[in-house]
């Protein structure tokens, strides 16, 4: 069964980076598309980006200028780096394994438990 | 605002069937893009539930069940149990805004 973890800060300041990693366990990292999603508290589900195992990505657009996702197939892990960090981007964050089985358009078929970042000084 | 826009609430007794919709445009269901969607339990993280419109993951009752029309999705549940009370949320892609997309999600009240 696979299983993902967040892992970093609860805590950021204003303007500074966010940085979190995801560590994969009871699979394999390669061979599938990696993602991160948020959620504001009391609100929807966002799309932040993904990353092949082979190290391509894609962005959402509006968090482009300030986002950076990387893979270490060594540990079995991804990350996530957001810079220039504001209220706005308070949220539970969310790793989750886009899965194979989805013909055209990638779903999530495994998530982590989400870990609370607050921003504020 | 979401591309894809959900009613925020619905409700129906146990037993009952209940569906939620999932309301795109062209350039996003209307396009082609599949539909899956997800549950959400009180606060947990958000569980696969359909795939590619219609599709069952192993392990989900087949009490849900989906579908696609034109620019929209809906998701039906039916003999409504009282652990089915969650937010529900759709997802496709959406080609203008250039990513992946959810719904604002539907927040389902079992009587």
């Known amino acids: 069964q696979v299983q993902l973890q967040e892992s970093g800060p609860g805590l950021v300041k204003p303007s500074e980076t966010l940085s979190l990693t995801c560590t994969v366990s009871?699979?394999?990292?390669?061979?599938?598309?990696w993602s991160w999603i948020r959620q504001p508290p009391g609100k929807g589900l966002e799309w932040i980006g993904n990353?092949?195992?082979?190290?391509?990505?894609n962005y959402n657009p509006s968090l482009k200028s300030r986002l950076t996702i990387s893979v270490d197939t060594s540990k079995n892990q991804f990350s996530l780096k957001l810079g220039s960090m504001t209220a706005a981007d308070t949220a539970v964050y969310y790793c989750?394994?886009?899965?194979?089985?989805?013909?055209?358009?990638?779903?999530?078929?495994?998530w982590g438990q989400g870990t609370l970042v607050t921003v504020s000084s | 605002q979401s591309v894809l826009t959900q009613p925020p609430s619905v409700s129906g007794a146990p037993g009952q069937r209940v569906t939620i919709s999932c309301t795109g445009s062209s350039s996003n269901i209307g396009a082609g893009y599949d539909v899956h969607w997800y549950q959400q339990l009180p606060g947990t993280a958000p569980k696969f539930l359909i795939y590619?419109?219609?599709n069952r993951p192993s392990g989900v009752p087949d009490r849900f069940s989906g579908s696609k029309s034109g620019t929209s999705a809906s998701l039906a549940i039916t003999g409504l149990q009282a652990e089915d009370e969650a937010d529900y949320y759709c997802?496709?892609?959406?080609?203008?805004?250039?990513?992946?997309?959810f719904g604002g999600g539907t927040k389902l009240t079992v009587l």
């Open positions: 990353i092949y195992f082979s190290g391509s990505t």
């Open positions: 590619d419109n219609t």
């Open positions: 009871g699979g394999s990292i390669s061979s599938y598309y």
């Open positions: 997802q496709s892609y959406d080609s203008s805004l250039g990513g992946w997309v």
């Open positions: 989750a394994r886009e899965g194979p089985n989805c013909r055209g358009t990638s779903c999530y078929d495994y």
